[in-house]
């Protein structure tokens, strides 16, 4: 089955401890990306990657790092999360570089206390 | 600031009414305005898309309307029914590839 997987789904941490949340598509996607959703502000997107080792910021990078060293894998990593880092986490993958369309994964949801 | 700018923020609809959700932008290099549905506990998924050379899509129930010198788009729901109830997202592809804006969602709700 076609497929996004993120882990974990839920997660509750504290400030300060470094997490990462993997995602890994089966499809042979060559674009990736990460997304944030917050209550009435939608999807904002955090980084995208076309390619293999090509990352590039969306509107909200700050405090994320992401990396691309095979093409099915592109973890998400909070080096040292904060409380404004609460958020549900989408990760989502396009047969096109250009990104779309975009399928996506069922989502993490971070609790940073 | 938003890029694309939807509304309402929540719809009420009686089954087999009409939905309309509208969406406007004004970067004129977008190139790509797909919709995307979300149920609760799930990842958005791909509706319908249009390219601003089109002024209309249709796919079953789902149409999207598109007025490119308004820098305005819509989606309607026609006969609306108790399992489109979800939230709906309209987003424009930017002129930096790989670059996606999304509205903020409209909360649909049909009620029987």
């Known amino acids: 089955e076609a497929q996004v997987t993120q882990n974990p789904r839920y997660l509750i941490t504290v400030t300060g401890k470094k997490l990462t949340v993997t995602c890994s598509q089966n499809?042979?996607?060559?674009?990736m990306s990460w997304y944030r959703q917050d209550p009435g502000l939608g999807l904002r997107q955090i980084y995208y990657s076309m390619n293999v080792e090509v990352t590039d910021k969306g509107d909200v990078p700050e405090g994320y790092k992401v990396s691309r060293k095979e093409k099915r894998n592109f973890p998400l990593i909070l080096e040292s999360p904060s409380p404004n880092q609460t958020s549900l986490y989408f990760c989502?993958?396009?047969?096109?570089?250009?990104?779309?369309?975009?399928?996506f994964g069922d989502g993490t949801r971070l609790s940073i206390l | 600031q938003q890029q694309v700018k939807q509304s309402p923020q929540s719809l009420i609809v009686q089954k087999g009414g009409i939905s309309i959700i509208n969406c406007a932008y004004e970067n004129t290099a977008f190139d790509y305005f797909p919709w995307y549905q979300q149920f609760p506990g799930k990842g958005p998924a791909l509706l319908i898309a249009i390219r601003p050379d089109v002024s209309e899509k249709k796919e079953g129930r789902f149409t999207i309307s598109f007025n490119k010198s308004a820098k305005q788009f819509s989606l309607h729901i026609m006969d609306s029914q108790p399992g489109d109830s979800a939230t709906y997202f309209c987003a424009a592809r930017g002129s930096t590839l790989g670059r996606l804006y999304f509205g903020r969602g409209t909360q649909l709700t049909v009620w029987p």
């Open positions: 499809m042979n996607h060559e674009y």
């Open positions: 989502a993958s396009s047969y096109t570089p250009q990104g779309q369309p975009q399928h």
